[in-house]
């Protein structure tokens, strides 16, 4: 099998920032060619979908279920690109049930959190299915080669060009590099990678480049919200008290709950095969500990079927479950980047070839899907012309 591949440019992560960064390229490079390397078996990152092989028929969107565009700058780039996707009926704007739940275990249905703080639109196929459509849109002259599963290890900048290694031994050259996740930057790649030096700083040294030590610095600052989903595959009998027909429903909780119950929010999702399944996030961090150290995951998924009638013990809207539903947990790598934001004066490193975007970026977006995709836009519109 062959292991060396040539491209014009190579983007790492299969975020949907990458996917907008790609999407957009392609329509204004169509002669060029581009590799996407991705470390999770398809495109959406933080906002995919996990299709089970166990339970036929499930799609469950286990990180982000919607997504929320505030835009209170009316930036027209990003304006523009909502609409797009509106307009391409990628998306739908969501008018599923949001129910904030209040120290007295009551639903309030009128308050604002950072996740409904603009407006919410909804995939009309999976979040992931939205990351591929997002790409496919402009890949008609099939331009841009996949490679999931695929996790890099190494980065070398040597005579204008850039040199790439997976672990599975595969080796990139290209002549530009786009990093929209930023594991190789961050010090958190040591641990993950098991290596004694951050990738980027490896390729290019201090003093080589002000940009890039700049975002090196900003990076070391940087810390990520770490979280754990729990994915639960209801009986065929579950469903809810009422007759609520929508595809998704939404429950946050306050502080003082999510510290009882250790849960963040929760997201009812109505399957293909009108099953309902739920998807419970926790970025509480004495109950990761809990999973982490736990030496029996039985009894741990017994601590959230526990968790879980305890707090919707008098609820209206929904039943209990049972201790036979199926509960799979998973542990995000990379979450939702905290603290420091990098500045958006820092995308781009003519000198060295290499680009970045993502949620990590400064602005309303940051740590949101909304500064995935403004970053991406704004950074695609950069060097295009540079490109070409």
Same mark, same amino acid.
């Given at each position: 099998?062959?292991?060396?591949? %040539? ?7 299969? /975020? &949907?920032?990458?996917? +907008? ?12 060619? @581009?590799?996407? @390397? ?24 286990? /990180? ?12 027209? #780039? *990003? ?15 969501? $008018?599923? $049930? ?6 007295? *275990? ?11 703080? /603009?407006?919410?639109?909804?995939? #009309? ?14 890949? *008609? ?8 599963? %695929?996790?890099? +290890? $190494? ?22 590099? &786009? ?13 993950? #990678? ?7 700083? =490896? ?11 700049? !975002? #090196? ?48 929010? &929760? !997201?009812f999702q109505l399957q293909e095969n009108n099953k309902l399944g739920i998807v +419970? ?6 109950? @990761? ?13 017994? =601590? ?13 809207? +929904? ?43 400064? /602005? ?8 995935? !995709? ?8 950069? @060097? ?5």
């Amino acid at each position: 099998m062959k292991s060396d591949f %040539t491209y014009d440019l190579v983007i790492i992560g299969g /975020g &949907i920032s990458s996917c +907008v960064f790609a999407s957009k390229y392609l329509k204004n490079n169509i002669t060029k060619k @581009i590799a996407l @390397i991705e470390i999770g078996r398809g495109l959406g990152g933080r906002s995919s979908t996990r299709i089970s092989k166990r339970f036929k028929g499930w799609k469950l969107n286990h /990180g982000a279920p919607n997504f929320n565009i505030s835009n209170s700058k009316n930036n027209l #780039l *990003l304006k523009n690109y909502i609409d797009e996707l509106m307009q391409n009926k990628f998306i739908k704007i969501d $008018d599923s $049930d949001i129910c904030f739940l209040n120290e007295d *275990l009551n639903s309030e249905t009128q308050k604002k959190s950072k996740f409904t703080c /603009g407006v919410n639109y909804l995939s #009309l196929d999976s979040m992931s299915q939205l990351s591929q459509k997002i790409i496919e849109s402009n890949n *008609l002259k099939g331009k841009i080669d996949f490679y999931f599963e %695929t996790l890099i +290890v $190494d980065l070398m900048f040597k005579n204008k060009e850039w040199l790439i290694t997976s672990k599975n031994g595969h080796k990139f050259k290209s002549k530009y590099l &786009i990093c929209s996740s930023n594991l190789l930057l961050h010090k958190r790649s040591l641990k993950i #990678l098991n290596i004694n030096q951050i990738p980027l700083r =490896k390729a290019i040294p201090i003093n080589y480049d002000k940009k890039i030590d700049s !975002i #090196l610095n900003f990076l070391d600052k940087q810390s990520f919200i770490p979280r754990l989903t729990f994915l639960i595959y209801t009986n065929r009998n579950y469903s809810y008290k009422d007759f609520y027909s929508k595809k998704q429903r939404y429950f946050y909780l306050g502080k003082n709950l999510e510290k009882k119950y250790k849960f963040e929010r &929760i !997201i009812f999702q109505l399957q293909e095969n009108n099953k309902l399944g739920i998807v +419970v996030h926790t970025k509480n961090i004495d109950f @990761i500990n809990s999973f982490i150290n736990s030496k029996n995951e039985e009894v741990f998924k017994q =601590k959230i079927t526990t968790n879980f009638n305890k707090l919707f013990e008098n609820n209206f809207i +929904v039943n209990k479950l049972t201790f036979d539903d199926e509960i799979s947990i998973m542990k995000w790598r990379a979450s939702q980047p905290s603290g420091i934001a990098v500045p958006l004066s820092l995308q781009f490193s003519k000198k060295y070839r290499i680009g970045f975007c993502g949620d990590w970026f400064e /602005g309303e977006g940051f740590g949101r899907i909304e500064g995935s !995709i403004l970053s991406a836009l704004i950074l695609e519109k950069k @060097i295009s012309d540079l490109i070409k």
